[in-house]
């Protein structure tokens, strides 16, 4: 009794609980059920893991828009890297093309109108009275997140299998990735749109908006399947193909390692340098991609699909109703506690979740040489165009001055004129290599060139 009293008079009210506005708790003149399903020791615990609460709401605001803005820039740069080179043509880059899409894809559909919704209760409200609508980006996260995991799953197996069996695998890599890739979006997109009918567990969003009111068929088991396919199933085929690829590698250098050896004492000792390996002991390029993006699949997504299997269980079969009286209440009170914990773990771990659908590009920069060395031609390019653009615009801007009126496509035929190379149409643009000799050459050569362009006018 002497417990009650002492909660009674240090109970916080119910605005500790820092909850949207729009919560039914902050609108409501008889707060009695609130106080009933939000009792003191409720209120007491949400203060004492505050601190946590509020890390994990500003990771997933201001964290997942600087997320969602690399990972569009960085996904739609690897897609024109592997589309306007040769990446494209094997079956690796089939694979990681449709990755980036479906990344891009996550990051709208699934994160960037999560975090919309949950921070702007007018647009929420356009889905609360549109169940079709709410339906409809319902069917769109789980498609995009579905496919993107089993890209990863499909990705590992090939390249798994083809070390396994070479031979077997080494033809028709891009037309038997399209097939893969063509068959995985068909299957989970017609499995996704199931979600227009069916629905689960989809209460608690990590984002804090609330959900839709639908009439459709609830069953419990859709979450089971949910977090099975999403989660479980793809990280455990991708862990033990995986650990089958990385024992065939190793066992194969064993055996390179012992027939080479035996190879080199039969041969005579010659001076000077050592051959170079030959193609066979070199290792597939790809491979170290495969791995890079296989463990930052694995490290990103496997905490999370193990509390949400945790929450999953907890809240659908320990689920404890509303009580007042004692020994209900403390039982009450005891499931709420670790509902609400787990919510925010599961939160916190999806902060670090979202980053698998950015961090691509920088596990292809540092583990695929291929793709650094388009990139790098690429960027080279780039510069090389920019200096020779603002090279071409100083040169014209000075004659301008000291000249009068001039035309502006005459500096295309001064820059080239500056290099000693032969003048080209006005009309016809200079190449990349023109123009970096463009930038190259000294200013100096330009007034004796100008002098004879005023002449010509």
């Known amino acids: 009794m002497e417990e009650n009293l002492t909660l009674s008079s240090n109970c916080p009210d119910l605005e500790s609980l820092d909850f949207q506005p729009h919560h039914p708790c902050f609108n409501l003149s008889d707060t009695t059920s609130c106080d009933e399903e939000w009792p003191c020791e409720i209120r007491i615990f949400w203060l004492q893991i505050h601190p946590f609460i509020a890390l994990t709401r500003a990771f997933l605001s201001y964290g997942s828009l600087v997320i969602i803005l690399l990972g569009v820039i960085l996904n739609s740069l690897s897609a024109y890297i592997f589309l306007s080179t040769g990446l494209a043509r094997n079956g690796s880059g089939v694979y990681l093309i449709a990755l980036a899409f479906c990344d891009t894809g996550n990051l709208i559909a699934n994160i960037l109108l999560g975090v919309w919704r949950g921070a702007s209760y007018e647009f929420n409200g356009y889905f609360m009275e549109n169940e079709w609508l709410c339906r409809t980006h319902g069917v769109f996260v789980e498609v995009f997140q579905t496919i993107s995991a089993w890209i990863v799953v499909a990705f590992t197996v090939e390249r798994s299998l083809a070390v396994w069996y070479p031979l077997l695998f080494r033809q028709s890599r891009n037309r038997r990735a399209k097939l893969v890739v063509g068959s995985l979006t068909t299957v989970f997109t017609l499995f996704c749109l199931s979600k227009l009918f069916l629905t689960g567990f989809e209460k608690d969003s990590v984002f ?11 069953w419990e088991g859709m979450a089971y399947v949910r977090v099975a396919f999403q989660t479980w199933i793809p990280t455990i085929i991708v862990f033990t193909f995986n ?13 390179r390692q012992r027939l080479s050896g035996e190879h080199t004492r039969n041969l005579p000792k010659r001076p000077g340098p050592r051959l170079k390996q030959s193609f066979i002991n070199k290792p597939s390029p790809t491979n170290p991609m495969l791995i890079a993006v296989s463990l930052a ?23 404890v109703p509303i009580a007042v009286m004692e020994p209900q209440k403390s039982a009450y009170v005891h499931w709420l506690m670790y509902k609400i914990l787990l919510k925010h773990i599961r939160s916190f771990f999806f902060g670090f979740y979202q980053i698998n659908f ?3 590009f920088f596990l292809y920069f540092a583990a695929g040489v291929e793709f650094r060395r388009y990139l790098q031609k690429k960027v080279k390019r780039m510069c090389g165009l920019t200096k020779a653009y603002c090279c071409c615009r100083g040169i014209a801007g000075n004659f301008i001055k000291s000249r009068g009126n001039t035309p502006v496509q005459s500096c295309t035929s001064n820059c080239s004129n500056a290099t000693s190379t032969s003048t ?3 009309h016809v643009y200079p190449s990349p ?7 190259k050459a000294p200013i100096s050569g330009v007034s004796d ?9």
Do not use: D
């Open 243 to 255: 650990c089958l690829m990385f024992w065939k590698l190793r066992k194969i250098k064993i055996n």
């Open 297 to 319: 699949y694995l490290i990103l997504v496997f905490p999370l699909g193990a509390v949400q299997t945790v929450e999953l269980y907890w809240n659908l079969h320990e689920n």
């Open 358 to 360: 950015a961090i691509n």
């Open 433 to 439: 290599s023109t123009l970096i000799q463009m930038a």
């Open 449 to 457: 060139k100008v002098g004879t362009f005023e002449s010509t006018i």
């Open 208 to 218: 804090g908006y609330i959900p839709c009111n639908s009439r459709r068929y609830v």
């Open 424 to 426: 080209l149409p006005l």
